[in-house]
Structures are given as structure tokens and as C-alpha cells.
């Protein structure tokens, strides 16, 4: 029921980070990987790693946010690799700035990377699923779809609006046996998050604010990740699953 063998998975932003992990974990639930990112170099390293347990997978050098580029990717993967039945929606980017410091190159920057990147590869990743009538897409949402702090106003915007597309596009494409969901991690440690969990306040706060008292291993997040891409999910449609300690239980 969670085997992935003979599936195809895109996933965005998985040089490093969350998506790497991703990629790996759904690797070894039997998929091959499209990794994507912006900088070959990268890609390479985190394709060997991939290889070193066994997995397959294939590289895809484009932005998220460059429209001509995602539409002739996607084509070139479907035609040259094959069909892509798993598509993670996990390319995100934090520019942390109070209000008046927020300048609009970066709030357009944070919504563009995490939201608009996940219309266009769904839409594009799209035609093919409604064709075949079958399909996953998961977009990775954040507990910050749900709330806020101080200096993430633009991330929390984006990935609120993330958790509505979730939903909005599950009511377009449930119809075709496409299932779409999220998952809304709560705090990793990752490249991401480094300057939070290095800074000693912080990391006391978050482990106070969460009630596991713990901050997250990206690892922990794959069981929701293989679930979501796998026959498991068919009837699940529209559903953030968050994976955060209890964060979001907690006041
Ligand atoms: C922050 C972080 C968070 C996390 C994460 C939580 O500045 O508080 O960047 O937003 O990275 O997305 O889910």
C-alpha cells in the first residue's frame, strides 16, 4: 500500500535541505526522483547521494519561478524520463524582515519561490496527471500556515496562501484521481532554519514552544511524505497533515 516502486517523483528545491530528504525517503519507498534546484553542482552531489542507496534519479536545472523554463521542463522530463506520477511542491525560501524594514523585492521574492512555484509546476505537472487520470501533488506548507511571528510576514502570507491553493486545486482535480495535500512541517533543523537553531534564545523557545520540547529531524517528516504519494492517500483529498510536535495544539 506504501510502495512507490515504478513511480516518477518530481521534486522541487531537493538539492538539500527538506527536499533531499524527501527524495531520499520516497527513493526508498521504491520511486525514481526527478531532483530539482538551480545549481547543477548541487544537484550532482545530491544525485550521488541518492545513488550511493540505490535510487534512481535525474536531474532538472530550472527556477521554479521562470514560467518558459517549467513549461519546457516539464515536457522534456515527460518525454525523455516519463511520466510524472508524484509531484512535492517543496521549493521555499524565508527573507525574515519586520514591516517597515520588508523591502518589495523581497516580499515579491518569498511569494513568488513558495507560492506562485507551486501554481505553475502544478499546473504544468498537471496535464499529464489529468490525462492518465492518476496523480499526487504535495505541497509543503509550513505551521506558518497557520501562524505568525514577528519577521515572517511574507513567508506566512505565502505559505497561508499555499494551505488555500492546497485546497482550491484539490476541488478542480479530485474529480481525475489526482489527490492533493500538504504537509505543514513545524521546526526542522535544517540549512533553512540554522541561524534560528544556533541562536540560544531560540532554540529554548521553540523547545519551550512545542510540546514534544524538541525541535524536529527532517526524517520525521517522511512518513507523511510517503503516505501522501502512495495508494494509501487515494481517498484523502485537500488535507494539510502537520508534523510539528504539537506546535500548533499548543497556546
Ligand atoms: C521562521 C522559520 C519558520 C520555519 C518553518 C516552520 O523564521 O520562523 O523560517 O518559518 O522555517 O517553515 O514551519
Given at each position: 500500500?506504501?510502495?512507490?516502486?515504478?513511480?516518477?517523483?518530481?521534486?522541487?528545491?531537493?538539492?538539500?535541505?527538506?527536499?533531499?530528504?524527501f527524495a531520499m525517503g520516497l527513493g526508498e519507498a521504491g520511486a525514481a526522483i526527478v531532483l530539482n534546484g538551480r545549481d547543477i553542482e548541487a544537484l550532482e552531489a545530491a544525485a550521488q547521494g541518492l545513488e550511493k542507496k540505490g535510487i534512481r534519479s535525474y536531474k532538472a536545472v530550472f527556477d521554479v519561478n521562470d514560467e518558459e523554463s517549467v513549461v519546457a521542463e516539464v515536457k522534456r522530463?515527460?518525454?525523455d524520463v516519463g511520466p510524472i506520477d508524484i509531484l512535492i511542491n517543496n521549493a521555499g525560501l524565508n527573507l525574515r524582515h519586520s514591516l517597515p524594514d520588508m523591502p518589495l523585492?523581497?516580499?515579491k521574492k518569498v511569494l513568488d519561490v513558495n507560492l506562485t512555484g507551486a501554481f505553475l509546476l502544478s499546473r504544468e505537472v498537471s496535464r499529464g496527471m489529468i490525462a492518465r487520470k492518476q496523480g499526487k501533488i504535495i505541497n509543503i506548507c509550513s505551521m506558518m500556515s497557520?501562524?505568525?511571528?514577528?519577521?515572517?510576514?511574507?513567508?506566512?502570507?505565502?505559505?497561508?496562501g499555499l494551505k488555500m491553493f492546497t485546497k482550491a486545486l484539490t476541488v478542480e482535480l479530485a474529480k481525475y484521481n489526482i489527490q492533493v495535500n500538504g504537509i505543514g512541517p513545524g521546526y526542522f533543523k535544517t540549512i533553512m532554519t540554522k541561524p534560528l537553531y544556533t541562536d540560544r534564545?531560540?532554540?529554548?523557545?521553540?523547545?519551550?514552544?512545542?510540546?514534544?520540547?524538541r525541535w524536529g529531524?527532517?526524517?520525521?517528516?517522511?512518513?507523511?511524505?510517503?503516505?501522501?504519494?502512495?495508494?494509501?492517500?487515494?481517498?484523502?483529498?485537500?488535507?494539510?497533515?502537520?508534523?510539528?510536535?504539537g506546535i500548533l495544539a499548543a497556546l
Open positions: 500500500m506504501f510502495d512507490l516502486k515504478g513511480k516518477l517523483a518530481l521534486i522541487t528545491g531537493s538539492s538539500r535541505g527538506l527536499g533531499y530528504t522530463i515527460e518525454k523585492e523581497d516580499w497557520e501562524l505568525g511571528r514577528p519577521t515572517t510576514l511574507a513567508y506566512s502570507a505565502a505559505k497561508g534564545e531560540f532554540d529554548e523557545w521553540i523547545c519551550g514552544r512545542t510540546p514534544a520540547g529531524d527532517p526524517e520525521e517528516l517522511v512518513g507523511a511524505a510517503v503516505f501522501l504519494s502512495s495508494d494509501a492517500s487515494n481517498f484523502v483529498n485537500g488535507q494539510i497533515i502537520y508534523v510539528d510536535g
